[in-house]
């Protein structure tokens, strides 16, 4: 029996490298064990000569690769073996693809899914309700499933200021150049400044990283500007987004009568996340104040 062990509940890195070296050696999904290290425990790695860097890339479709990422952060245990067991037979031609849908591991694997996007949509609502108020500079959220690191970037891109994001698992913490790592509430009440741990380093080199493009109908049913602000972060209605580093969304009074739209965000704008702090927001903002308005009774937005 091979027992594999993960560094976190997400690792991917280590999860795709044990993958595809038991498939390629066709391990039987029945001879391997998964579960998430201890505390200070090593995770599995290949020793050399038989090092995992030797394994050719597992030829998968786009659509099984998006389910795993997404599957991998749902909080049954034993998806890992799930996810090893589906590649494992689709590699080895152990899927019946004319009949999917009557598929156990298929349909575990789609409601695993289903759960992963509903929870992701409910906390990028409440990620970006909590930016568009700013009572704080944590976020309390208390997660199903184990989705807050691979939202970690769509944080960032909804909010370039520095926030804290706390669950029972995991704390997720941006300073305004860096993204951090630390045990959540259940595990550690306090975190010390050497318990944090930089993203992308360490066991931190590989995790999943959610999108999820709105489709035209998502955009307009979105209930509130939050809900809007949420979907617009990975828009790809056209390609204004590659060069940027952010979608600037709107920021003001939700329900006002008066809207100002400028023409695209600047450079600072797209640091910032903000629309109108670069020069044109300092001549924004004079106009403002000769004609007697209060920016903070007023609705800003760039338009892309």
């Known amino acids: 029996m091979v027992e594999i062990v993960l560094a976190h509940q997400v690792d991917l890195a280590t999860w795709r490298a044990a993958t595809r070296h038991y498939t390629q050696k066709q391990v039987l999904p029945e001879s391997i064990t998964w579960r998430v290290a201890d505390k200070g425990q090593t995770p599995w790695v290949l020793e050399a000569p038989d090092s995992a860097d030797n394994d050719a890339p597992l030829n998968l479709p786009r659509k099984l690769?998006?389910?795993?990422?997404?599957?991998?952060?749902?909080?049954?245990?034993?998806?890992?073996?799930?996810?090893?067991?589906?590649?494992?037979?689709?590699t080895h031609d152990l899927l019946d693809m004319e009949d999917l849908r009557e598929?156990?591991?298929?349909?575990?694997?789609?409601?695993?899914?289903?759960?992963?996007?509903?929870?992701?949509?409910q906390f990028r609502l409440a990620f970006s309700t909590f930016s568009f108020q700013r009572q704080s500079k944590s976020l309390h959220y208390t997660p199903q499933n184990y989705i807050v690191e691979a939202?970690?970037?769509?944080?960032?891109?909804?909010?370039?200021?520095?926030?804290?994001?706390?669950?029972?698992?995991?704390?997720?913490?941006w300073d305004g150049n860096q993204l951090h790592f630390a045990p959540g509430e259940a595990e550690a009440e306090h975190v010390s400044a050497e318990m944090w741990q930089k993203d992308g380093q360490g066991i931190?080199?590989?995790?999943?990283?959610?999108?999820?493009?709105?489709?035209?109908?998502?955009?307009?049913?979105?209930?509130?500007?939050?809900?809007?602000?949420?979907?617009?972060?990975?828009?790809?209605?056209?390609?204004?987004?590659?060069?940027?580093?952010?979608?600037?969304?709107?920021?003001?009074?939700?329900?006002?009568?008066?809207?100002?739209?400028g023409e695209q965000p600047g450079?600072?704008?797209?640091?910032?996340?903000?629309?109108?702090?670069?020069?044109?927001?300092?001549?924004?903002?004079?106009?403002?104040?000769?004609a007697g308005i209060s920016r903070n009774h007023v609705e800003g937005s760039k338009n892309p």
Not at 151 to 173: H, K, L, S
Not at 221 to 227: E, M, N, R, Y
Not at 279 to 284: D, E, L, Q, S
């Open 65 to 90: 690769v998006t389910a795993v990422l997404e599957a991998l952060q749902a909080h049954p245990p034993e998806r890992f073996e799930l996810l090893y067991r589906v590649v494992y037979r689709f």
């Open 103 to 121: 598929d156990p591991d298929i349909q575990q694997l789609r409601k695993l899914v289903q759960s992963v996007k509903q929870e992701t949509e």
């Open 151 to 173: 939202n970690g970037r769509f944080c960032i891109e909804r909010d370039a200021q520095p926030w804290e994001v706390i669950t029972p698992y995991r704390r997720m913490w």
């Open 204 to 261: 931190w080199l590989g995790y999943p990283n959610t999108m999820l493009v709105p489709t035209l109908e998502d955009v307009a049913q979105a209930p509130s500007l939050a809900s809007l602000a949420a979907e617009a972060m990975d828009c790809r209605a056209c390609s204004l987004w590659q060069p940027a580093n952010r979608t600037v969304f709107g920021e003001g009074v939700e329900n006002t009568p008066l809207m100002f739209v």
């Open 267 to 290: 450079d600072q704008e797209d640091l910032a996340g903000r629309p109108f702090v670069g020069p044109a927001g300092k001549v924004f903002d004079r106009a403002l104040e000769e």
